[in-house]
């Protein structure tokens, strides 16, 4: 099976190709720094960079609009360079996502925040963010970062509030603080 893509180029997924009529060959495809392999198609006077999974999918039928972005193309046995028609399915963003949880071992939390109940988009989290940021950073007074740090100094403060040293920082400059004033004690 073979399809046309902006007049130029003949797709064909059982090969794993894309042909130029312009230049008269298939186009050389290269790897992305994520593992994927690309291709560049020109389509008037513009040029894109595609993946080719992506083209593969619509040349096959997997893929109704290759521009569709909320759609994504997933690799069944999770190998990013076996494009074969076989191995690809369109997923939503979603379900690309609890597929590829599932696949790395890990399991979304279906149940929601433990605090108000809302959507959790993590895999590895039991709060939302404003839960999160809600029961950390409200509660913190200039004195109580302060006592944190001269105890355990900002990476140190950060842990026991449950935060990065940075977000710690960014909190006590939010509450009038000048973070670089601020120092561990020396014991």
Known sequence: MERTLFENYVVYPEEGKVYSKYVGRYIKSFVSKEGYLQVSL??????????????LAWGSGILKDLND?????????????NNAPSNLQALTISEHKDKT???RGF?????GCIVCGGPVD????????ACHYAH????QSLEDIETLVHKFGWSGGGRECGISDNGLRKRYKKLGGDPKLL???KS
């Not at 020109?42 to 083209?55: D, E, I, S």
């Not at 759609?71 to 990013?80: A, G, W």
């Open 122 to 129: 993590s895999i590895r989290v039991s709060r939302c963010l």
């Open 101 to 103: 949880a599932k696949d």
């Open 42 to 55: 020109t389509n008037g006077a513009v040029q894109k960079t595609y993946l080719l999974h992506r083209v």
């Open 183 to 185: 120092k561990k004690l």
């Open 69 to 81: 972005t909320s759609i994504e193309v997933d690799h069944i046995d999770t190998n990013p360079l």
């Open 136 to 139: 950390i950073s409200p509660k």
């Open 107 to 111: 399991q979304r939390n279906k149940e």
